[in-house]
């Protein structure tokens, strides 16, 4: 793939990640079972450092040594 493809990639799923944080807060106040709330409550503590690591790292020169790095491979 070309780093253009490997960048789309990354923001398809950056979004879709994104989604699905959204989605787990919007179903915490909806859902008020106490083991459900507390394993959406797992699953967005999981999120979010992944998503401010690709937050750091989009626009970099970092970011785009990883997509060189990808593309070598």
Known sequence: MKDREYKEVWQKIKAEMLESYAN?????????????????????????????????????????NLLSDLGDK
Request: charged share 25%; hydrophobic share 35%; with cysteine.
């Open 24 to 64: 787990y807060e919007g179903q915490k106040c909806i859902n008020k079972n106490m083991g459900f709330h507390k394993i959406l409550e797992g699953a967005q503590i999981s999120l979010a450092p992944v998503l401010e690591d690709m937050d750091k790292l989009d626009g970099t020169n970092e970011f785009s």
